[in-house]
């Protein structure tokens, strides 16, 4: 069943699982600090080669570790991404994806979102390319502790309806997620990233319309080496917006660290919405930058 909201009557929605995120955030902030962030155990989110670990691209779902103290990294990329509705073709490449995360006292960071700038071609029809910046956006995440295998981590995403006309949401979206990552072994790791989403898109009437959808992320990553790691995920919406249902995302890639601090990425993703008759699939390529 899609769950929907008119622009107004969502905040309230989005208020009560804001609620909800603090209440539980809280009680596992009391646990780290009372058990959490043992010196004995060492921090997956430190030292060499970390910066696999600490970078959010190029999955969907943002790591479970927050930038330490004093450190900033840029994280940027290009995405091309090719559509098929019921035989009706498009193609988007996106650019350059960048979000600068600085690292703040007490677990935390914060993180900046400047705007992509699309391109989107009809390569089977003649209806004219179109371009223009999707919107920018700014976001906080508090680390609240580690274990031998277990870190945990939130976040708050909030985009501003700053894009070009097109391509901008038309309205203040926000996300909040939790992230839950799990060490099998000292190569293989797993992660858990519920999320909920408010968010706003043009409805057949051309009005914007407030939809509240819930957006669970599972994510799998093997380290060969401590340079090298391979990765699959599985990300849902469960809804797009007016009409719509939701979506799936399969997809994996690898990450090589050239250095510690300088990463580079490739990876390969599959869109599937099967109500519709969509899909697509995309390829991107993108790097990560410690400071």
């Given at each position: 069943m899609e769950i929907r909201y008119a622009p107004r009557c969502g905040y309230p929605a989005l208020f009560f699982a804001a609620v909800v995120f603090a209440v539980i955030f809280g009680f596992l902030s009391t646990v780290s600090e009372a058990g959490g962030f043992p010196p004995a155990v060492h921090d997956p989110c430190a030292g060499n080669g970390a910066l696999l670990s600490i970078l959010d691209r190029p999955t969907v779902s943002d790591s479970s570790c927050a930038v330490k103290p004093g450190k900033v990294v840029l994280e940027a990329g290009i995405q091309d991404s090719f559509f098929n509705k019921q035989g009706f073709k498009s193609e988007q490449v996106e650019y350059p994806y960048a979000e600068i995360r600085a690292g703040l006292p007490g677990n935390n960071e914060i993180k900046f979102f400047p705007p992509n700038y699309n391109i989107l071609t009809y390569p089977d029809s003649r209806l004219p390319s179109s371009n223009g910046y999707d919107d920018s956006g700014i976001g906080f995440k508090h680390e609240f502790g580690y274990t031998r295998h277990?870190?945990?981590s939130a976040d708050v995403?909030?985009?501003f309806p700053s894009g070009t006309n097109g391509f901008q949401n038309y309205g203040t979206d926000i996300t909040v997620n939790?992230?839950?990552t799990y060490s099998l072994t000292d190569a293989l790791s797993v992660q858990f990233a519920p999320g909920m989403s408010s968010f706003t898109m043009l409805s057949d009437n051309g009005s914007p319309r407030r939809f509240f959808s819930?957006?669970?992320?599972f994510v799998t990553a093997y380290q060969f080496t401590p340079s090298f790691q391979l990765y699959g995920e599985f990300f849902r919406n469960s809804i797009q917006g007016a009409g719509l249902s939701g979506n799936y995302w399969f997809d994996g890639g690898l990450?090589?660290?050239?250095?510690?601090?300088?990463e580079i990425d490739a990876e390969y993703g599959v869109f599937l919405d099967p109500p519709s008759g969509s899909s697509g699939h995309y390829i991107g390529f993108g790097t990560g930058l410690m400071f």
């Open positions: 277990f870190v945990y995403l909030v985009t939790g992230q839950f819930f957006n669970p992320d990450q090589y660290l050239i250095t510690n601090n300088i």
